[in-house]
């Protein structure tokens, strides 16, 4: 299950990751927001955040207009691994060296053909298990 969640800035993209999760056969659970009436980033990026971290969801998909709000919010708390992505690169690097939990990007940051491949890649890409990564994350945690 994929825990997904956005502010005004990222509900756009949001709607179009949704529909492309769909269409690949994953299971979501959207937190909101539900609108792109104004709100508060912190509110959906701890909620999608706690729903990782307490293992009801195994990923977590969050956009605000730049996804740097959101992704800060989520880092809070503890287990979290939040990657703020624009591009592929970065989306396979943070899942193969930090084994990121959840993926931040910015919906008026990047349009929907990239955001979706780097979807993509994030949800394709295993952990490395390396020693020197698993090493370094155990450190993020002390
Ligand atoms: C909302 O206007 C905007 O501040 C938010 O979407 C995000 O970019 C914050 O980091």
Redesign the pocket.
Same mark, same amino acid.
């Given at each position: 299950m994929i825990a997904i969640g956005c502010?005004? &800035? &990222?509900y756009e993209l949001k709607q179009e990751v949704m529909k492309h999760l769909q269409e690949r056969g994953l299971e979501y659970k959207d937190f909101g927001c539900y609108s792109d009436a104004?709100v508060d980033?912190p509110e959906y990026g701890k909620a999608v955040a706690h729903a990782v971290a307490g293992g009801e969801c195994e990923r977590g998909i969050l956009i605000? #207009?730049? #996804? @740097?709000? @959101?992704s @800060?919010a989520a880092n809070k708390v503890k287990g979290i691994r939040a990657a703020l992505c624009t591009d592929c690169f970065m989306a396979e690097a943070t899942r193969l060296h930090n084994d990121a939990n959840i993926l931040a990007m &910015?919906?008026?940051v990047i349009g929907t053909g990239l955001a979706l491949k780097i979807v993509d890649t994030f949800l394709d890409t295993p952990f490395s298990n390396e020693e020197r990564h698993i090493r370094r994350i155990s450190q993020l945690e002390d």
């Open positions: 502010d005004q &800035g &990222g104004s980033y605000c #207009g730049t #996804g @740097i709000g @959101i @800060i &910015g919906g008026r």
